[in-house]
């Protein structure tokens, strides 16, 4: 099957998750490529989609909720998988689904929707993402936890396999 992965990332982060994700569909022998949400121009031929955001301020990147405004009609009929990718609720062991993201995500009804823990690299901010993190104390380092990622990535190939034999 043919599996579009689209992340919005600011600073990379999300971008290697949907690298990791890409990997894993290839394995399982699908067809799947990695593209920035603003850079899709249509959907026609793709079997399958997995859409994920870096979150900020409890939010969706503005690319990947435009994604969603543009392609919203195909986004309901084409299985569709999401994930957001951040820090909110990392200091405490788990975290947390942004507060905002539900109504994006309630509009296209996704398969799964998966919350992943993100990065924070302060040397890559500028100034006033610096400040903002500080003030929020968001805690820097990389949390990603890619055998989860991994592993969800290959329940999706696990499923579109299925769904591929079934015809």
Same mark, same amino acid.
């Given at each position: ?19 990791? &994700? ?13 593209? @920035? @949400? ?7 031929? &793709? ?15 503005? !690319? ?8 919203? @009609?195909?986004?309901?009929? &084409? @299985? ?7 820090? /909110? ?17 309630? !509009? ?24 903002? /993190? ?14 989860? &990622? ?18």
């Amino acid at each position: 099957m043919k599996v579009l992965v689209v992340a919005a990332s600011e600073h990379g982060a999300t971008t290697e998750v949907g690298e990791a &994700i890409v990997a894993e569909l290839e394995r399982l022998g699908h067809e799947a490529m990695l593209i @920035p @949400p603003q850079d899709v121009d249509d959907l026609n031929g &793709i079997d399958a989609i997995v859409l994920g955001s870096a979150v900020y301020m409890t939010q969706w990147m503005e !690319s990947a909720r435009n994604f969603v405004q543009r392609f919203r @009609p195909q986004l309901r009929e &084409i @299985p569709l998988w999401t994930f957001s990718c951040g820090l /909110a609720g990392v200091p405490k062991g788990n975290v947390q689904d942004p507060r905002r993201v539900g109504p994006v995500l309630l !509009s296209v009804n996704p398969i799964d929707h998966e919350v992943f823990k993100g990065r924070l690299d302060l040397g890559k901010l500028n100034l006033r993402e610096r400040t903002v /993190a500080r003030l929020g104390h968001a805690p820097e380092g990389d949390y990603r936890e890619w055998d989860k &990622i991994r592993a969800w990535a290959k329940e999706i190939g696990t499923i579109l396999r299925e769904q591929e034999a079934l015809g």
